[in-house]
């Protein structure tokens, strides 16, 4: 079974202090791809970075990066310089390949002023 | 450039009717899917579809629920005989292929509410 796991339902941080949210999976496959989502109090559902399993240089979107770690099947966040509006739940989901997304529980984030 | 569109908003339904979910792909998308997601938890597949044709419908529960993506007009999810059970926020996915490259973008949901 390909299984999403985000160990941290809430963290919070200062504002302009670096987080870093955990996610590992299990899956057999070798091509696939992981997304993080942001879903903000409006909760609509917004696309924060990309990662395609094939390439070993980690993506990065401004001031949020990934660390990514294949062999440990993990894929973790990083937003520096943290903002208010970067208040949100935060959601790993992979697509294994089968053209689905299968999404974390999500780590509620809260940045404090 | 509209996003993916859904509507209504928010849907109220007694126990009993039916609920019927409309999602307007983005222009130039041709994929959609839709997920499901329960008070606190993390969205869940439900269903993927291209015009007129169902490609994976493998997180539908098996009674109540249908969708369709026909050749003209939205994308819809219909659920018969709502149960208080049904009560979450529905969103749909648009991406301009099937291959898992490529993004889905999020429509704001569709949030129902079963009385």
């Known amino acids: 079974a390909q299984t999403v796991t985000q160990s941290q339902p809430e963290m919070s941080v200062q504002e302009a202090e670096t987080v870093t949210l955990s996610c590992t999976y299990d899956?057999?496959?070798?091509?696939?791809?992981l997304f993080w989502y942001k879903q903000p109090p409006s909760r609509q559902m917004i696309l924060v970075i990309r990662?395609?399993?094939?390439?070993?240089q980690n993506a990065t979107e401004n001031r949020f990066s990934v660390n990514f770690q294949k062999a440990a099947k993990s894929f973790s966040l990083k937003i520096s310089d943290s903002q208010l509006g970067d208040t949100a739940m935060y959601f790993c989901?992979?697509?294994?390949?089968?053209?689905?997304?299968?999404f974390g529980t999500g780590t509620r984030l809260t940045i404090i002023p | 450039n509209a996003g993916v569109m859904q509507n209504p908003r928010h849907l109220v339904r007694r126990r009993g009717q039916e609920a019927r979910l409309r999602c307007s792909p983005m222009k130039g998308h041709s994929h959609v899917y839709w997920y499901r997601q329960l008070p606190e938890e993390g969205l869940k597949f439900m269903v993927y579809?291209?015009?007129?044709?169902?490609?994976?419908e493998s997180g539908m529960p098996k009674e109540r629920f249908s969708a369709e993506f026909p050749k003209e007009g939205p994308s819809i999810l219909r659920i018969q005989q709502v149960v208080r059970g049904d009560s979450a926020a529905y969103f749909c996915?648009?991406?301009?292929?099937?291959?898992?490259?490529?993004?889905?973008?999020f429509g704001p949901g569709t949030r129902l509410t079963v009385t």
């Open positions: 579809l291209q015009k007129e044709n169902i490609i994976d």
């Open positions: 899956t057999s496959e070798n091509n696939y791809y």
């Open positions: 989901a992979p697509d294994f390949g089968n053209e689905k997304l299968t």
């Open positions: 990662q395609e399993a094939y390439k070993q």
């Open positions: 996915a648009s991406s301009r292929d099937r291959r898992s490259s490529y993004e889905q973008y």
